[in-house]
């Protein structure tokens, strides 16, 4: 059992250590930056990504891929946490951070909804997600990873000009403005020790390499440049240093705070074990794909809820996996369990022990390593075969990149799985046809060929002539399936025609699963089906094959 459940544990000891120290620095200011967006202290964001760093991969579906804080999930968590302080700040004896506490209570219904997802195997609909949905995954998700990085530029100018903004002489603020130059420096620096190292050597990870030498550079130089400690000082937090997550036993007293929320915690939940779910399944299929093996969906559901359970109960702020950082990590050479429990527990030291040191890492460092995984993560190829495939499936690729940059990627996956899944349906439903011919007996034939079901029963209805035709009809399903009600629906309308107008009608080569479900449906189809004696596609057991037992 034991060797089963750590199977995969680690390929390369080396390889595993030094990439999940490598991600463990990546996580720092991602993990505080997403506890920002979802207004709660930095040390529940860290928490959250050492809590779900360390069961997902120990325990998780895909050895390798990194687990933690996220920004789609984040986002989601906002308007119950500001619901929740306003609730707090309104009753008799306020409760401080009241939001925070149902964001603790909404995490455990969480972590029941995605283990229940792995206990009936949902995690193998994944496997439905077209190509060009996935493709236009990792496209917006590249975008999305580098408008985040922009926001880490320091400001242009001494009134404070945004570097995204329009507004005022922003192109003099950004060429007068020495500390964006240097910064930009060391980001080309990052990145160039990023490219060119793995040439030399692939012994150490290039991007731990890139942030060292930066580091060491910033440090030892004593440059005024922008760090992680500096970024969380000037986001309102008060620094890295903390201890362990620590039990919420206060939770249990607050249900009652929950009355009339209660459709707020429970909706708030299926959507964040929803986009958990997809987010993390995409991510497992992209790095299936990268280290040609593949991991296990449902496992991975079960051990992506038990880890948000464990956060709702120690302090956490959940999360899912996060597909920047598992790429550094596949990269860098982590292919085992053992990588990404190292970069957990990095994470946990780093706020225990290492904080005064954490926090002297440049941003421009982290942000060279994760412009390099925007530039690894973008599908460029997209641009090669976008005139090359089907236009349906151009406008998804595009479509689905376009939506994970304006809302989320859970809803870019849903839309581009509902776009495809018309676009199959519509193809489909032009497919059926009918091939007519006339037996001696004077019986017309009708052969079909194409699947029958919703989408091409009026085309399957406009197929027959009732009135014209002869006594005796035929309708051969030899290439054909019924698949969906809306076909057996067709199907026993047609017949009635023809038995409302006085005329014999016989159903023939029709498969034992679509006589089961015609039957089922209606049991006065065995009146028109032909029987599998009479039917000369099915063979008949004989009294050659009757042995006793």
């Known amino acids: 059992m034991i060797q089963r459940l750590f199977k995969n544990f680690t390929f390369n000891p080396k390889d595993d250590i030094l990439s999940g120290l490598t991600v463990a620095l990546a996580l720092v200011p991602e993990a505080v930056a997403f506890a920002f967006v979802a207004g709660i202290p930095p040390l529940v964001g860290l928490y959250g990504a050492f809590m779900m760093g360390i069961v997902t991969a120990l325990f998780g579906g895909r050895p390798g891929m990194i687990s933690g804080a996220t920004g789609a999930m984040a986002v989601v968590m906002v308007y119950m946490i500001q619901q929740g302080n306003e609730v707090g700040n309104a009753l008799a004896t306020p409760i401080e951070n009241l939001g925070l506490q149902w964001l603790f209570i909404t995490l455990l219904f969480v972590g029941a909804i995605q283990i229940t997802a792995g206990i009936f195997k949902l995690g193998k609909f994944v496997r439905l997600i077209p190509h060009p949905v996935m493709m236009g995954f990792v496209n917006g998700l590249a975008i999305v990873i580098f408008l985040s990085q922009l926001k880490l530029f320091p400001s242009l100018g001494t009134e404070g000009i945004s570097f995204l903004d329009n507004t005022g002489d922003w192109l003099t603020a950004v060429f007068s403005n020495s500390a964006l130059w240097i910064m930009i420096g060391f980001i080309l620096l990052t990145m160039g020790i990023m490219y060119f190292l793995p040439k030399i050597t692939k012994k150490v990870p290039a991007a731990l390499v890139a942030i060292v030498v930066v580091a060491s550079i910033v440090i030892f130089g004593k440059l005024n440049m922008s760090t992680v400690g500096s970024f969380i000082i000037d986001s309102g937090g008060t620094g890295l240093e903390g201890g362990l997550p620590t039990f919420q036993f206060q939770i249990f007293g607050l249900l009652e705070t929950l009355e009339g929320h209660w459709g707020l915690i429970v909706s708030t939940a299926f959507i964040l074990a929803a986009v958990g779910l997809i987010e993390s399944l995409m991510t497992l299929n992209l790095i299936d794909d990268m280290t040609e093996t593949r991991g296990s969906g449902n496992r991975e559901c079960v051990a992506q809820g038990s880890a948000n359970i464990l956060n709702g109960l120690f302090g956490g702020m959940g999360g899912c996996a996060m597909i920047g950082q598992s790429i550094i990590n596949v990269n860098s050479g982590g292919r085992g369990r053992l990588s990404g429990a190292v970069a957990a527990v990095a994470l946990l030291c780093f706020v225990l022990f290492g904080a005064p040191l954490i926090e002297q890492i440049p941003i421009a460092a982290l942000v060279g390593v994760m412009f390099m995984v925007v530039i690894g993560t973008f599908a460029w190829s997209s641009f090669r075969i976008l005139h090359k495939i089907p236009l349906a499936d151009a406008i998804v690729l595009i479509a689905v990149s376009a939506i994970t940059v304006w809302k989320d990627l859970a809803i870019a996956v849903i839309a581009g799985v509902i776009m495809s899944a018309l ?127």
Request: hydrophobic share 40%; charged share 30%.
């Open 423 to 549: 676009v199959f349906a519509w193809r489909n439903a032009t497919m059926i046809r009918a091939r007519k011919s006339i037996k001696e007996d004077g019986t017309k034939v009708y052969e079909i060929w194409g699947p029958l079901f919703f989408g091409s029963i009026q085309n399957f209805n406009a197929k027959f002539d009732v009135k014209n035709d002869p006594d005796r009809i035929e309708i051969d399903f030899i290439e054909s399936r019924i698949n969906d009600h809306s076909g057996i629906e067709a199907l026993y309308t047609i017949a009635n025609k023809y038995l409302d107008a006085g005329k014999q009608i016989k159903l023939t080569h029709l498969s034992p699963e679509c006589k089961a479900l015609l039957l089922k449906a209606n049991p006065n189809f065995e009146q028109v089906i032909e029987s599998a004696v009479d039917d000369p596609r099915y063979h008949v057991v004989t009294d050659l094959l009757d042995t006793e037992v």
